[in-house]
């Protein structure tokens, strides 16, 4: 019988196995995984027309992704890395904007926070960190309004709902200047991991498995970035020390970085605030301000407003004759 299958199929023109293939749903990417494991004359033909093939799937179910993860070598592997992409961006989407949120994305600025997510795999596109920080200075101001509320709300979100040294239960029921002081140095360095790896560290943080799916935990990696970004010597007043309730600073070890890198987080605020013409110390609080509206520039983004930025340009306003 199955020499009378591999028989058949060798038989079957090169079109019709084509249009069979091509009304196969791809879904995550397993079924033409398998197929092109079935018969070495089908892996060959998946091999010849991968480039028509993954195009054709990518009209049909991923009409976006040229778009949204742009690259100029698109084939099975792209395509099944855009599904995944899609479905972490899904499963952060919902928590973000969950009713059980204690600071969700507001409805009129979902749009911009997808878009802000999509915008941190595009970062991930630059392989060194010099790149990542180049394309960051070029960016205009509404991409970089789109980054910033994503990595914003999922760092809010890792506080009240994560897991590990993000949540708020770290610091303590007394929050002093020094306890404050730790808090914006672990949140930094999650917006920082959050630029540096992108949606995946994000995914980590909230939606952990057990075990990790990558070979650290988003608790390792944070902690990693902690010492190398914000270990600084720690004053905590004596009369507070070993208090229950008191958030104390976490303990690393092991060799930092010889030479510290400019940090990303730090270069997206400071061009923020060059191109908001505000102080940097300010500058948070005024992009936080300007999204707070429902009829702000960028609310109830549409897909033509998210490829505008996601081509790195800021939104053009419609103008309305009359």
Known sequence: MAATTSSNLISFPPEL?????????????????????????LQTILSSYEQSLTNRFA????????????????????????????????DLMAMLVSEHNV???????????????????HLQSFASHSAKLAFLKSLPKDPLTAMYLAIHHATLTARYHGEGIIHQRTYGRFMDANTISLRSDIEFCFAEASLEL????????????DPPATSLSAEVTLLNFYHDHAIHDWFLEAGLQGVEGIGMPPVTQGPRKGVRERSLWTTLLERMAGLMACPLENVRGAIEEDAAPHDHDLAWLDLEGKASLMRGEDLVPVLVEG
């Not at 600071?103 to 795999?121: D, F, R």
């Open 17 to 41: 196995v084509l249009e069979v293939i091509e009304r196969l749903p791809y879904g995550d990417g397993s079924v033409v995984s398998n197929l092109a494991r079935t018969h070495s004359r």
């Open 59 to 90: 009209r049909r179910e991923l009409r976006h992704a040229a778009t949204d993860f742009p690259t100029e070598q698109r084939g099975f592997r792209w395509l099944q890395s855009c599904a995944k992409r899609y479905d972490r961006v899904d």
């Open 103 to 121: 600071s969700p994305v507001h409805k009129h600025n979902m749009g911009l926070a997808n878009t802000g997510l999509l915008l941190l795999y």
């Open 198 to 209: 992108g949606p995946s560290f994000i995914h980590a943080s909230l939606l952990p498995t």
